[in-house]
Protein backbone atom coordinates (compact mmCIF):
# COMPACT_ATOMS: atom_id res chain seq x y z
CA UNK A 1 0.00 0.00 0.00
CA UNK A 2 1.31 3.36 -1.21
CA UNK A 3 0.97 6.31 1.08
CA UNK A 4 1.26 9.57 -0.90
CA UNK A 5 3.01 12.42 0.89
CA UNK A 6 3.26 16.06 0.87
CA UNK A 7 6.14 17.71 2.09
CA UNK A 8 7.03 21.07 2.52
CA UNK A 9 9.44 23.12 5.38
CA UNK A 10 10.54 26.45 6.24
CA UNK A 11 7.46 28.55 5.38
CA UNK A 12 8.71 31.37 6.89
CA UNK A 13 5.48 33.38 6.77
CA UNK A 14 6.00 37.13 7.54
CA UNK A 15 9.81 37.04 6.66
CA UNK A 16 11.51 39.26 4.12
CA UNK A 17 9.11 42.34 4.25
CA UNK A 18 12.06 44.60 3.47
CA UNK A 19 11.86 43.35 0.10
CA UNK A 20 8.14 44.13 -0.19
CA UNK A 21 5.67 47.50 -0.28
CA UNK A 22 2.72 48.07 0.90
CA UNK A 23 -0.13 46.71 -1.66
CA UNK A 24 -3.14 49.20 -1.49
CA UNK A 25 -5.67 46.69 -2.20
CA UNK A 26 -5.39 44.59 0.64
CA UNK A 27 -2.91 47.23 3.03
CA UNK A 28 -0.95 44.04 3.30
CA UNK A 29 2.90 44.05 2.66
CA UNK A 30 3.47 42.33 -1.06
CA UNK A 31 6.15 39.61 -0.05
CA UNK A 32 3.75 38.50 2.67
CA UNK A 33 1.01 38.51 0.03
CA UNK A 34 3.74 36.26 -2.11
CA UNK A 35 4.77 33.92 0.60
CA UNK A 36 0.65 33.42 1.13
CA UNK A 37 0.43 32.68 -2.43
CA UNK A 38 3.14 30.11 -2.18
CA UNK A 39 1.68 28.32 0.60
CA UNK A 40 -1.55 28.59 -1.10
CA UNK A 41 -0.30 26.40 -4.35
CA UNK A 42 1.24 24.04 -1.64
CA UNK A 43 -2.30 23.36 0.16
CA UNK A 44 -3.86 23.33 -3.42
CA UNK A 45 -1.70 20.43 -4.59
CA UNK A 46 -2.57 18.46 -1.64
CA UNK A 47 -5.76 19.37 -2.26
CA UNK A 48 -5.75 18.49 -5.67
CA UNK A 49 -3.82 15.07 -5.93
CA UNK A 50 -5.78 14.42 -2.92
CA UNK A 51 -2.38 13.20 -1.34
CA UNK A 52 -2.64 10.76 2.10
CA UNK A 53 -0.62 12.81 4.53
CA UNK A 54 1.07 16.49 4.55
CA UNK A 55 4.35 16.74 6.34
CA UNK A 56 5.65 20.43 7.24
CA UNK A 57 9.41 20.33 8.78
CA UNK A 58 9.02 23.57 10.70
CA UNK A 59 9.90 27.42 11.05
CA UNK A 60 6.08 28.35 10.48
CA UNK A 61 6.88 31.88 10.90
CA UNK A 62 10.54 34.53 11.72
CA UNK A 63 9.44 33.97 15.19
CA UNK A 64 7.88 32.26 17.61
CA UNK A 65 5.29 35.52 18.73
CA UNK A 66 3.49 35.82 15.37
CA UNK A 67 1.79 38.95 14.56
CA UNK A 68 -2.28 37.41 15.08
CA UNK A 69 -3.07 38.56 11.23
CA UNK A 70 0.08 36.55 9.89
CA UNK A 71 -0.74 33.50 12.29
CA UNK A 72 -4.29 33.56 11.31
CA UNK A 73 -3.48 33.64 7.59
CA UNK A 74 -1.15 30.42 8.04
CA UNK A 75 -4.08 28.71 10.19
CA UNK A 76 -6.48 29.59 7.19
CA UNK A 77 -4.41 27.00 4.71
CA UNK A 78 -4.01 24.64 6.93
CA UNK A 79 -7.57 24.40 8.20
CA UNK A 80 -8.25 23.69 4.58
CA UNK A 81 -6.30 20.54 4.90
CA UNK A 82 -8.12 19.31 7.83
CA UNK A 83 -11.73 20.03 6.26
CA UNK A 84 -10.50 17.53 3.09
CA UNK A 85 -9.51 15.16 5.92
CA UNK A 86 -6.26 15.15 4.97
CA UNK A 87 -3.91 13.92 8.47
CA UNK A 88 -1.01 16.63 8.83
CA UNK A 89 1.88 16.66 11.06
CA UNK A 90 3.68 20.42 12.15
CA UNK A 91 7.05 20.12 13.29
CA UNK A 92 8.11 22.24 15.34
CA UNK A 93 11.66 24.17 14.21
CA UNK A 94 13.78 26.52 15.84
CA UNK A 95 11.81 29.70 14.64
CA UNK A 96 8.74 28.32 16.31
CA UNK A 97 10.02 27.77 19.88
CA UNK A 98 10.19 30.43 22.78
CA UNK A 99 12.49 30.16 25.90
CA UNK A 100 8.72 30.11 28.29
CA UNK A 101 6.15 27.23 28.21
CA UNK A 102 6.39 24.20 26.04
CA UNK A 103 7.98 23.68 22.73
CA UNK A 104 6.60 25.19 19.84
CA UNK A 105 4.79 28.28 21.35
CA UNK A 106 3.71 29.27 17.76
CA UNK A 107 2.19 25.93 17.02
CA UNK A 108 0.83 25.07 20.24
CA UNK A 109 -2.48 26.17 19.87
CA UNK A 110 -3.07 23.05 17.29
CA UNK A 111 -2.32 20.99 19.96
CA UNK A 112 -4.12 22.61 22.58
CA UNK A 113 -7.44 23.07 20.36
CA UNK A 114 -7.17 19.63 18.81
CA UNK A 115 -7.67 19.84 15.72
CA UNK A 116 -8.89 16.81 14.20
CA UNK A 117 -6.14 14.91 12.23
CA UNK A 118 -3.75 17.37 12.89
CA UNK A 119 0.06 16.34 15.02
CA UNK A 120 1.62 18.75 16.16
CA UNK A 121 5.63 17.24 16.50
CA UNK A 122 7.30 18.94 19.57
CA UNK A 123 9.16 16.18 20.74
CA UNK A 124 11.07 12.84 19.60
CA UNK A 125 8.40 10.68 19.97
CA UNK A 126 6.93 8.28 17.37
CA UNK A 127 2.65 8.84 15.44
CA UNK A 128 0.87 6.05 14.23
CA UNK A 129 -1.59 8.09 11.75
CA UNK A 130 -4.32 6.57 10.01
CA UNK A 131 -4.45 7.61 6.45
CA UNK A 132 -7.17 6.40 3.52
CA UNK A 133 -4.83 4.67 2.15
CA UNK A 134 -3.35 2.69 5.20
CA UNK A 135 -1.68 3.45 8.63
CA UNK A 136 2.04 5.23 8.75
CA UNK A 137 4.37 5.73 11.47
CA UNK A 138 5.91 9.00 11.70
CA UNK A 139 8.79 9.86 13.97
CA UNK A 140 8.80 13.68 15.03
CA UNK A 141 12.49 15.39 16.09
CA UNK A 142 11.75 19.00 16.85
CA UNK A 143 14.72 21.00 16.88
CA UNK A 144 16.71 20.22 20.18
CA UNK A 145 19.09 22.46 22.09
CA UNK A 146 21.07 22.06 24.61
CA UNK A 147 18.79 22.06 27.89
CA UNK A 148 16.38 19.59 25.73
CA UNK A 149 18.57 16.66 26.19
CA UNK A 150 21.41 17.88 28.84
CA UNK A 151 21.22 18.96 32.63
CA UNK A 152 23.08 20.96 34.05
CA UNK A 153 25.14 18.69 35.91
CA UNK A 154 25.73 16.94 32.81
CA UNK A 155 27.38 19.97 31.15
CA UNK A 156 29.58 21.08 33.89
CA UNK A 157 33.25 21.61 32.83
CA UNK A 158 32.37 20.18 29.37
CA UNK A 159 34.13 22.18 26.37
CA UNK A 160 31.92 22.80 23.79
CA UNK A 161 32.86 20.25 21.62
CA UNK A 162 32.42 17.82 24.70
CA UNK A 163 28.73 18.78 24.49
CA UNK A 164 28.26 18.31 21.29
CA UNK A 165 29.56 14.89 20.99
CA UNK A 166 26.80 14.53 24.55
CA UNK A 167 24.43 15.58 22.88
CA UNK A 168 24.68 13.43 19.19
CA UNK A 169 25.19 10.55 21.69
CA UNK A 170 22.00 11.24 23.49
CA UNK A 171 20.02 11.46 20.59
CA UNK A 172 21.20 8.32 19.22
CA UNK A 173 20.35 6.89 21.87
CA UNK A 174 16.89 7.90 22.12
CA UNK A 175 16.77 8.11 18.08
CA UNK A 176 17.56 4.10 18.50
CA UNK A 177 14.58 3.23 21.40
CA UNK A 178 12.08 4.75 18.75
CA UNK A 179 13.39 2.68 15.48
CA UNK A 180 13.07 -0.64 17.76
CA UNK A 181 9.96 0.00 18.77
CA UNK A 182 8.57 0.29 14.78
CA UNK A 183 6.36 -2.12 13.47
CA UNK A 184 7.94 -3.33 10.63
CA UNK A 185 4.61 -3.97 9.11
CA UNK A 186 4.01 -0.67 8.73
CA UNK A 187 5.98 2.34 6.46
CA UNK A 188 7.93 4.38 8.88
CA UNK A 189 8.90 8.28 7.80
CA UNK A 190 11.20 10.39 9.94
CA UNK A 191 10.31 14.02 10.31
CA UNK A 192 13.01 16.23 11.81
CA UNK A 193 14.00 19.72 11.48
CA UNK A 194 17.85 19.74 12.32
CA UNK A 195 21.45 20.87 10.53
CA UNK A 196 22.40 17.47 9.07
CA UNK A 197 26.03 17.30 8.87
CA UNK A 198 26.06 17.43 4.93
CA UNK A 199 24.12 20.24 3.72
CA UNK A 200 24.81 23.26 2.26
CA UNK A 201 23.82 26.36 3.57
CA UNK A 202 21.45 29.46 3.25
CA UNK A 203 19.65 32.26 4.81
CA UNK A 204 19.00 29.96 7.78
CA UNK A 205 22.54 30.42 9.10
CA UNK A 206 22.04 33.73 10.00
CA UNK A 207 18.73 33.73 10.54
CA UNK A 208 19.17 30.75 13.56
CA UNK A 209 19.54 33.23 16.81
CA UNK A 210 20.41 29.78 18.78
CA UNK A 211 23.00 27.86 16.85
CA UNK A 212 22.23 24.19 17.22
CA UNK A 213 24.89 21.55 16.49
CA UNK A 214 25.24 18.92 13.04
CA UNK A 215 23.77 15.98 13.38
CA UNK A 216 25.48 12.92 11.44
CA UNK A 217 23.88 12.01 8.58
CA UNK A 218 24.65 8.30 9.64
CA UNK A 219 22.37 8.82 12.20
CA UNK A 220 19.23 9.65 10.64
CA UNK A 221 19.89 7.83 7.32
CA UNK A 222 18.24 4.83 8.29
CA UNK A 223 16.99 2.01 6.70
CA UNK A 224 14.09 1.48 8.99
CA UNK A 225 12.68 4.76 7.50
CA UNK A 226 11.13 4.70 4.01
CA UNK A 227 11.32 8.36 3.99
CA UNK A 228 13.57 10.94 5.47
CA UNK A 229 11.53 14.24 5.64
CA UNK A 230 13.99 17.21 6.78
CA UNK A 231 13.30 21.16 7.61
CA UNK A 232 15.65 24.02 8.52
CA UNK A 233 17.88 24.30 5.40
CA UNK A 234 16.59 26.40 2.90
CA UNK A 235 17.77 24.91 -0.17
CA UNK A 236 16.74 22.24 -1.59
CA UNK A 237 18.67 19.08 -1.41
CA UNK A 238 18.62 15.19 -1.23
CA UNK A 239 21.59 14.27 1.62
CA UNK A 240 21.46 10.26 0.66
CA UNK A 241 21.77 10.13 -3.79
CA UNK A 242 21.32 6.51 -3.11
CA UNK A 243 17.87 7.01 -1.90
CA UNK A 244 17.60 4.26 0.41
CA UNK A 245 16.39 6.21 1.96
CA UNK A 246 16.10 9.65 0.58
CA UNK A 247 16.93 12.45 3.32
CA UNK A 248 15.45 15.35 1.69
CA UNK A 249 15.33 19.14 2.71
CA UNK A 250 12.47 20.46 0.22
CA UNK A 251 13.67 24.24 0.73
CA UNK A 252 11.87 27.31 2.13
CA UNK A 253 8.72 27.60 -0.09
CA UNK A 254 9.58 31.35 -1.02
CA UNK A 255 12.93 33.40 -0.60
CA UNK A 256 13.11 34.65 2.69
CA UNK A 257 16.72 37.10 1.57
CA UNK A 258 19.17 37.61 -1.66
CA UNK A 259 21.04 34.57 -0.51
CA UNK A 260 18.20 32.48 -1.73
CA UNK A 261 18.47 34.22 -5.36
CA UNK A 262 19.38 31.51 -7.25
CA UNK A 263 17.47 28.65 -5.55
CA UNK A 264 14.66 26.51 -7.01
CA UNK A 265 11.78 26.79 -4.36
CA UNK A 266 9.27 24.45 -4.19
CA UNK A 267 8.03 21.36 -2.00
CA UNK A 268 8.24 17.90 -2.44
CA UNK A 269 5.76 14.56 -3.24
CA UNK A 270 6.81 11.21 -1.92
CA UNK A 271 5.42 7.92 -2.86
CA UNK A 272 6.25 5.80 0.46
CA UNK A 273 5.72 2.28 0.88
CA UNK A 274 7.50 -0.13 3.39
CA UNK A 275 10.93 -0.13 2.43
CA UNK A 276 10.94 1.83 -0.68
CA UNK A 277 9.90 5.32 -1.87
CA UNK A 278 9.78 7.62 -5.20
CA UNK A 279 9.87 10.95 -4.59
CA UNK A 280 9.71 14.35 -6.79
CA UNK A 281 10.23 17.52 -6.23
CA UNK A 282 8.02 20.39 -7.21
CA UNK A 283 8.83 23.56 -7.61
CA UNK A 284 6.63 26.56 -7.68
CA UNK A 285 6.69 30.32 -9.48
CA UNK A 286 8.21 32.27 -7.21
CA UNK A 287 9.43 36.15 -7.22
CA UNK A 288 12.61 36.68 -9.12
CA UNK A 289 15.73 38.23 -7.26
CA UNK A 290 18.34 39.85 -8.99
CA UNK A 291 21.29 41.21 -8.08
CA UNK A 292 23.05 43.24 -10.88
CA UNK A 293 26.50 44.57 -10.10
CA UNK A 294 28.54 47.29 -11.98
CA UNK A 295 31.92 48.63 -12.08
CA UNK A 296 31.92 52.12 -13.12
CA UNK A 297 35.48 53.18 -12.33
CA UNK A 298 36.35 52.94 -15.78
CA UNK A 299 33.12 54.28 -17.22
CA UNK A 300 33.22 57.72 -19.28
CA UNK A 301 29.98 57.89 -18.67
CA UNK A 302 28.82 55.99 -15.92
CA UNK A 303 25.20 56.81 -15.55
CA UNK A 304 25.01 56.09 -19.16
CA UNK A 305 26.85 52.83 -18.27
CA UNK A 306 24.65 52.14 -15.56
CA UNK A 307 21.47 52.51 -17.45
CA UNK A 308 22.44 49.92 -20.18
CA UNK A 309 23.15 47.16 -17.78
CA UNK A 310 19.52 47.55 -16.44
CA UNK A 311 18.10 47.64 -19.65
CA UNK A 312 19.70 44.38 -20.52
CA UNK A 313 18.11 43.12 -17.07
CA UNK A 314 15.29 41.21 -16.78
CA UNK A 315 13.73 42.97 -14.34
CA UNK A 316 10.02 42.54 -14.85
CA UNK A 317 8.15 42.09 -11.60
CA UNK A 318 11.43 41.07 -9.60
CA UNK A 319 13.55 41.92 -6.27
CA UNK A 320 16.29 43.87 -7.80
CA UNK A 321 19.50 45.00 -5.66
CA UNK A 322 21.65 47.44 -7.90
CA UNK A 323 25.32 47.87 -6.67
CA UNK A 324 27.95 49.90 -8.60
CA UNK A 325 31.08 50.89 -7.83
CA UNK A 326 32.08 54.28 -8.56
CA UNK A 327 34.97 56.85 -8.14
CA UNK A 328 33.52 58.90 -4.74
CA UNK A 329 34.27 62.18 -6.63
CA UNK A 330 31.86 61.20 -10.00
CA UNK A 331 28.91 60.00 -7.31
CA UNK A 332 26.50 63.04 -8.47
CA UNK A 333 26.93 61.53 -11.94
CA UNK A 334 24.54 58.93 -11.02
CA UNK A 335 20.71 61.03 -11.75
CA UNK A 336 18.69 58.70 -9.38
CA UNK A 337 15.09 59.85 -11.17
CA UNK A 338 17.04 58.29 -13.80
CA UNK A 339 17.53 55.36 -11.88
CA UNK A 340 13.88 54.95 -11.05
CA UNK A 341 12.87 55.43 -14.92
CA UNK A 342 14.98 52.22 -15.58
CA UNK A 343 14.00 50.38 -12.31
CA UNK A 344 10.41 51.34 -12.98
CA UNK A 345 9.65 47.60 -14.08
CA UNK A 346 11.02 46.03 -11.25
CA UNK A 347 8.81 44.91 -7.97
CA UNK A 348 11.18 46.84 -5.84
CA UNK A 349 14.44 47.59 -5.67
CA UNK A 350 17.55 49.13 -3.17
CA UNK A 351 20.37 50.79 -4.72
CA UNK A 352 24.27 50.55 -3.14
CA UNK A 353 26.65 52.72 -4.48
CA UNK A 354 30.08 51.23 -3.50
CA UNK A 355 32.25 54.99 -3.37
CA UNK A 356 35.84 54.04 -4.05
CA UNK A 357 37.98 56.84 -2.81
CA UNK A 358 41.23 57.91 -4.22
CA UNK A 359 42.16 58.54 -0.72
CA UNK A 360 40.91 55.17 0.81
CA UNK A 361 44.29 53.44 0.50
CA UNK A 362 45.14 51.69 3.31
CA UNK A 363 47.67 54.17 5.01
CA UNK A 364 51.65 53.56 4.72
CA UNK A 365 52.89 52.48 8.03
CA UNK A 366 56.48 52.32 7.18
CA UNK A 367 56.28 56.19 6.91
CA UNK A 368 55.91 56.78 10.25
CA UNK A 369 59.28 55.61 11.24
CA UNK A 370 60.78 58.18 8.94
CA UNK A 371 62.30 61.56 10.79
CA UNK A 372 63.53 63.21 7.27
CA UNK A 373 60.09 64.19 5.58
CA UNK A 374 62.48 63.47 2.11
CA UNK A 375 62.93 60.19 2.90
CA UNK A 376 59.40 59.63 3.80
CA UNK A 377 58.81 61.34 0.40
CA UNK A 378 60.89 58.36 -1.41
CA UNK A 379 58.96 55.74 0.78
CA UNK A 380 55.82 57.25 -0.34
CA UNK A 381 56.77 57.61 -4.40
CA UNK A 382 58.27 54.15 -3.91
CA UNK A 383 54.68 52.99 -3.25
CA UNK A 384 52.53 55.13 -5.56
CA UNK A 385 53.79 53.52 -9.37
CA UNK A 386 51.59 55.56 -11.27
CA UNK A 387 53.71 58.86 -10.03
CA UNK A 388 56.82 57.40 -11.44
CA UNK A 389 57.09 59.39 -14.49
CA UNK A 390 57.40 62.65 -12.19
CA UNK A 391 59.32 61.31 -9.12
CA UNK A 392 62.44 62.83 -9.91
CA UNK A 393 60.45 66.25 -10.43
CA UNK A 394 58.33 66.05 -7.32
CA UNK A 395 61.44 65.10 -5.17
CA UNK A 396 63.46 67.84 -6.40
CA UNK A 397 60.69 70.54 -5.92
CA UNK A 398 60.37 68.84 -2.56
CA UNK A 399 64.16 69.34 -2.00
CA UNK A 400 64.11 73.08 -2.99
CA UNK A 401 60.72 73.45 -0.77
CA UNK A 402 63.17 71.97 2.25
CA UNK A 403 65.97 74.05 1.19
CA UNK A 404 63.96 77.37 1.37
CA UNK A 405 62.21 76.27 4.48
CA UNK A 406 65.60 76.09 6.15
CA UNK A 407 66.59 78.82 5.16
CA UNK A 408 63.93 81.43 6.28
CA UNK A 409 64.73 79.25 9.80
CA UNK A 410 68.12 80.75 9.59
CA UNK A 411 67.72 84.30 8.75
MN1 LIG B 1 15.05 26.27 11.05
Known amino acids: MTIEVLHLSDIHLGSG ?6 DPETGLNTRLLDFIQSLTRCIDAA ?8 LFGGDAFPNSTPPPYIAEAFASQFRRLAEANIPTVLLVGNHDQHAQGQGGASLCLY ?18 ITTKSGDVQVVTLPWLTKSTLLTRPETEN ?22 RQLDPETPAILLAHLMADRATFGAERFLAVRKGFNVPLSLISRPEFSYVALGHVHKHQNLNPDNDPPVVYPGS ?9 KEEKGYVLAR ?27 ADDPLAKLTAALAKADLDGAVVRLQYRIHAQRLDTIDLA ?6 ATAHSFTVSPEPVSQLARPRMPELST ?4 IEALETYLTDRSELSTIRDDLLQAARDLARIDTELQLS
Open 370 to 373: HHDP
Open 338 to 343: ALRTAL
Open 253 to 261: IDRVDFSEE
Open 17 to 22: RAHGKL
Open 158 to 179: LSIEEIDRLLIDKLRTILEGEI
Open 272 to 298: VDRGICEWEFQPLPVRPFRTISVDLTQ
Open 111 to 128: RTLVVPGFVVGDRLTTHR
Open 47 to 54: IERNVDLV
